[in-house]
């Protein structure tokens, strides 16, 4: 797992020590909120955490370099032309 960052037109990867990884942004936020680590959610998600103080902006000067949005369906099946259709735009 890696995470990219621009600043100006800096490319910047930094080497990430974990102790866990989850795909769940609401047990990121809460694992955060509890002082386990950091995470990269959308902004509207922490906005009342970052209000209360619960949270703190960090990275703010720094930009994602790729889109944060994945779309998961099982590769060997049936795609629905709406499916499809999804797929094409976020492909852009």
């Not at 080497?15 to 769940?24: G, I, M, P």
């Not at 509890?34 to 959308?42: A, F, K, S, T």
Request: proline share 4%; charged share 15%; hydrophobic share 45%.
């Amino acid at each position: 797992m890696h995470w990219e960052y621009q600043q100006n037109d800096n490319i910047i990867k930094p080497e990430l020590r974990y102790n866990a990884v989850v795909n769940s942004n609401l047990l990121a936020q809460n694992m955060a909120v509890d002082g386990v680590g950091i995470c990269w959610l959308p902004e509207h998600m922490v906005a009342d955490d970052l209000a209360s103080g619960n949270l703190i902006e960090v990275l703010a000067d720094y930009a994602i370099t790729y889109p944060g949005h994945y779309l998961y369906f099982p590769k060997n099946s049936y795609k629905s032309s709406a499916l499809q259709a999804l797929i094409d735009v976020l492909k852009m």
